[in-house]
């Protein structure tokens, strides 16, 4: 499911405050009392450190686990495809064939990969403000982007420490998170992709399902399996219907804070725009892939991140557009402004709503410029000429100067991309970059001064040929020396995708600044008025918005009413799976399985749906139970599920999960992983 | 330009009556009186015959007038656009290179082109509300479909008559269209695309403008050049700024008179489920073209369709959710509902627009369906199989019996689709099966009983293959074995296509009748009971919505307030072609233009904007002055005129025209079409 995504449902909410078993917590904010009020059991603080310890943020975009103490990890097939895409080649393809690493000898290191486990938490709140205090637009930007990278920088200075300042309840509290951070992590073992996503888009985001979505990494120190002393255990028996469960994992982002003007420019403005263009680009990929089996191979992951994002994105206006729906969020927002009107000391804070509504009209002359150079980041090569241009730039000032995407911490990552020996593909790269500019004309105007500089005399087909056929940085070496080489290499550079940045990167600089400056910066001071006004009303009851950071979540396995309004129940089983196998894509079932069925236990659980509020970057949390046990591997919502980027709907939303017993049941009977399954059966002891 | 289309704009509206110049007036109610008011001159009723019997609707979508007494007719290059397709084959590009016949021998039939010309209107509301009287559902639809066919007959039955009930003000009226019926038409000239559609899909729907996006082709019959005594003269020294124009064409549909909730439907429902498939068509086709030289040939007439209608539905999306355009949408209707209120004898009615809102609740449930089976239209060999299915069945039903597309008149199209020797081209046609089942089974869900029938065990992709493969109807004797066979050679049929076709039609039909009885006819009573309110109040000083039927608009030539505030004069030139052009497609001038550069007064008018109200369907229409002379050829509108659909708004809603002078100066000098020059300069006299 989505690692980026965002969700939304079509059913009324019940007022903020009393939702039930809602809510993505902050690991020195959870609700223990009130869990243990309502279930017999509340998570003590030894509990909780074991899971915050036990638990892995992807980089990239995805949660993961630690489940033995020799540093294997769990976590989505989806959440390691991108490794499994890298490591594949004409000749190997793993993404279709799944890959096994028979002994820890034949774990293949992924190019680029990042786990990071939380440390420590820290308030630093007072001091970031103070910071801000009294400085708008630029100026408050600019001390904060300083103080930032101040606290970043006396954090921890070395590689395998990463520190981020995080934002919570939109710039009402910041804290500082201090991670250990691993970036030699190999590859354990993958499925083959049809029936890790069996059912494809089709049954993506749609419950009964049918998915074995498990891929294992292992993290390395120094070039051995690194010691994870704090880690999870399999439970023996797997969950029950009704039982308490929980989730620990980082769920990227969500919008329930944002005010209606906020979502209502999201609804008019950013999503009718943003979908279509994923379906173009989707479109194109789907004709792409037809054309060899060797182009169906460079872009088959791709093809599915866009069907997935796509549909994220359509689920999200759908959420938007429902009136009932959205009069939920404008009958929240009137009671808030209300209460907080009844309260003296807030006096100063009613117009922050307003501010904020004022703040949209502005976003909507930046936001075509910003939105299409957004998309730029589909490119690889683009990617790798952006980054060396304003690495190069940026490295020559002082740390606390520099755009917050280059601090000397950010730059391990960078130095690791440019490392990194990844393919690239040509003919897609030139799709790709064809399909942007063209959005970007199509969103500015063929007359707009910015698109005339980016396309000069060519079409946008002609520009991205030029580019692409030209450029040498799918090499590792040009581009280590580029890097090496600073702002003199690149002033150098005759590579035509580097000169081609060196010509856009000062507009797309300006606009970039505009934005923060005029859009973000007036609405974080805004933001942050309507969140002291939510605590004076609420307290911290509330749970902040989600930042892909790490999050505990409770509720319970259940099942739900669906469209039609039938009850589903909440597991399926493995006999399910083979039901459901038509033979053809997306249904057609690897040959492994096949095989293996007659040894299976069909009765087994397959998937299971819970009520735990997670969201797009929770892919491959941990499911466990109050013993702090696996009974599951988080993948998927159900459709209601898409709404959660605005409001939980308790009834509908439900998370999806693979069932431990099915996943010990594909490791040993179908993958026969001996090695693995033994190892985590002695984790268990 | 668009044929389909329909549009929107971004400001708010003046109330309904108080509107300057808006209007898609029918020739028995034109407000001739008003216009004399205002301009000091109004078409008298001998104006306004000479002008309707001038003026010509081509049946597949678009407008076009007789500009010789000699059957020659002028409309747009996109209007001649599908012969041209078809009359080109991979040896000879006739949409790249364009075509001029030298002497009349040289013109070359169309396949498939139908040309209608008004000559009578009659009214028969009494006749068909009477034999609805009383009914409801299911009876209401047969007795309408019975008595249309019934009125159709009475009419005129030789195929050179074609006689239409037209439904005005959403039923309020009922006319009797009969038409003088053209099929035999033939290909006279059409420039090279690059330069009929300059600019191509980024300057399509803007201003300033540069097309040369004329057609001509000639009418016949019995093999001869139909003699047209009513034809229109081309103007000696064209329009000027200001200057009160007319445009006479068919505008294909406008959705004015909607109520709201219909509006919020079409807003929250219909378009962001259209918009996002278009765009993933647009990007199959789009990766399609660049796959060979004749895959481009093949599709770049399907690709430019689509980036049109696209485009089209975009704009429509951004009219309706622009909340001070819906607002005055709501203000507009309570107006005309408190209005009504007061009129004793409309009690009745006062429900008529809550019957309306609850109606699409139903159409929420019956939407998807019906809409998924909607993009079957796209594919040439599904089309030629669900006719002759249908066909099949249909004429074995007595006439008022059978589906109205099926009536004896409407075979007389049929059997010239049947037998038009049109190039299928197979590829194509694979990737369009591919993605409509897609589709299918992305808006009803892989266990929808239709789906699972649909797909059986395929996959869309190998369901389009075994079916576009096994076919045989892209050979013409098979379908017109096929079709004189009737439901023997149907049901003894082994074609796969006809196969298929006859094992969902009954779904199909099912679904349709079902979406005619709880939508159509409950939406047709009430919007009925509306219409009656509105002639009560405002009488017919409205004009009724857009039907695809003969409209006469008055304007002026006006330039017009852009986006960014400045003001757009109404007038571009020759000279500006080619400032524009890059030499990069769609910015790239053919060899006849460039050679032409020298001897061309580049002063030249080349596009204009006017006031007048109209929509697609009105592409080819005459832009005349108030001498029913030639000043402009009508071929697209500004980016303001997208909101059209919903309501006029003067300020910057724009017609825009191919200038009649940079029509005479292309041709002549250019093109050296010096036989037609000369007959439209002789008809002149």
């Not at 959440?79 to 064939?97: G, P, T």
């Not at 190019?111 to 440390?119: A, G, I, K, S």
């Not at 999201?266 to 999503?271: F, K």
């Not at 797009?616 to 009974?631: D, H, R, T, W, Y």
Request: charged letters at 25%; hydrophobic letters at 35%; aromatic letters at 10%.
């Amino acid at each position: 499911m989505s690692v980026l995504g965002a969700l939304f449902l079509m059913c009324a909410l019940s007022p903020l405050i009393l939702r039930a078993d809602e809510g993505m917590w902050t690991f020195n904010n959870f609700p223990s009392q009130k869990v243990e009020a309502k279930y017999g059991f509340g998570p003590s603080q030894t509990w909780l450190d074991h899971v915050r310890e036990s638990s892995l943020r992807i980089a990239a975009g995805c949660s993961a686990s630690f489940i033995s103490p020799h540093g294997l990890v769990m976590t989505n097939h989806h959440c390691v495809l991108e490794c499994v895409q890298e490591l594949s080649s004409a000749r190997e393809n793993l993404v279709e064939k799944g890959f096994s690493a028979e002994t820890e000898a034949e774990e293949r290191k992924c190019p680029v990969f990042e786990l990071d486990q939380l440390m420590q938490i820290r308030d630093v709140t007072s001091e970031v403000q103070q910071a801000m205090a009294g400085k708008t637009g630029n100026a408050a930007n600019t001390a904060l982007h300083a103080k930032e990278a101040e606290l970043q920088q006396s954090c921890g200075s070395d590689p395998s420490t990463r520190c981020d300042v995080v934002s919570l309840y939109e710039g009402g509290v910041y804290n500082l998170y201090q991670y250990k951070r691993y970036t030699d992590v190999r590859l354990v073992f993958a499925p083959e992709m049809s029936v890790a996503q069996f059912g494809g888009d089709p049954d993506n985001f749609n419950f009964p399902r049918f998915d074995f979505d498990i891929g294992l990494v292992r993290a390395y120190e120094n070039g051995h399996a690194a010691s994870s002393p704090d880690y999870l255990k399999w439970s023996a028996n797997g969950s029950k219907d009704g039982e308490l469960v929980f989730v620990s994992g980082n769920p990227g982002g969500t919008s329930r804070q944002l005010t209606t003007s906020q979502l209502a420019f999201e609804r008019d403005t950013v999503l009718p725009s943003v979908t279509p263009a994923f379906a173009e680009y989707r479109g194109l990929l789907e004709r792409f892939v037809t054309e060899s089996p060797e182009r169906a191979r460079e872009a088959d992951e791709e093809l599915f991140f866009i069907e997935n994002d796509y549909k994220v994105e359509f689920g999200r206006e759908q959420a938007l557009v429902d009136p009932e729906f959205f009069g939920v969020k404008i009958r929240e927002e009137n009671e808030l402004r209300q209460k907080a009107a009844l309260d003296s000391k807030l006096v100063a804070d009613k117009s922050a709503w307003d501010d904020i509504a004022h703040v949209q009209g502005e976003r909507s002359h930046l936001f075509p410029q910003r939105e299409a150079t957004l998309f730029f980041r589909f490119s690889e090569l683009l990617g790798y000429a952006t980054t060396l241009v304003r690495a190069a730039t940026e490295r020559s000032k002082p740390n606390s100067e520099r755009l917050p995407e280059y601090t000397d911490q950010a730059l391990v990552r960078i130095q690791q991309q440019i490392s990194a020996p990844i393919p690239v593909y040509k003919d897609l790269e030139e799709l790709k970059l064809s399909w942007m500019f063209s959005c970007v004309r199509r969103d500015l105007g063929a007359d707009d001064p910015f698109v005339r500089k980016m396309l000069g005399k060519e079409s946008p087909e002609q520009l991205a040929q030029r580019l692409v056929s030209g450029t040498h940085l799918d090499d590792v070496k040009v581009r280590e020396d580029l890097y090496k080489g600073g702002q003199a290499a690149i002033a150098a550079s005759s590579d035509p995708l580097i000169q081609f940045i060196v010509s856009i990167d000062p507009d797309l600089r300006v606009a970039h600044k505009e934005y923060e400056d005029r859009v973000d910066a007036p609405t974080r001071a805004a933001s942050e008025r309507i969140a002291k006004a939510r605590f004076a009303v609420y307290g911290t009851s509330v749970d902040p918005d989600a930042t892909f950071t790490l999050r505990l979540s409770y509720g319970t396995v259940k099942g739900f009413p669906n469209a039609q309004g039938q009850f589903v129940q909440p597991y399926t089983t493995i006999g399910g799976l083979f039901d459901r196998a038509t033979g053809a894509p997306p249904y057609e079932l690897p040959q492994s399985w096949l095989s293996a069925k007659p040894a299976l236990d069909l009765t087994t659980p397959m998937n299971v749906s819970t009520t735990n509020d997670i969201i797009g970057g929770n892919s491959g949390s941990p499911l466990i139970n109050k013993n702090a046990e696996i009974v599951g591997l988080i993948f998927d919502g159900n459709i209601f599920s898409l709404g959660g980027d605005y409001g939980y709907d308790a009834k509908q939303n439900r998370a999806i999960a693979v069932d431990s017993r099915a996943l010990l049941e594909g490791l040993g009977k179908v993958y026969h992983l001996n090695r693995i399954v033994d190892e985590i059966e002695a984790a268990r002891r």
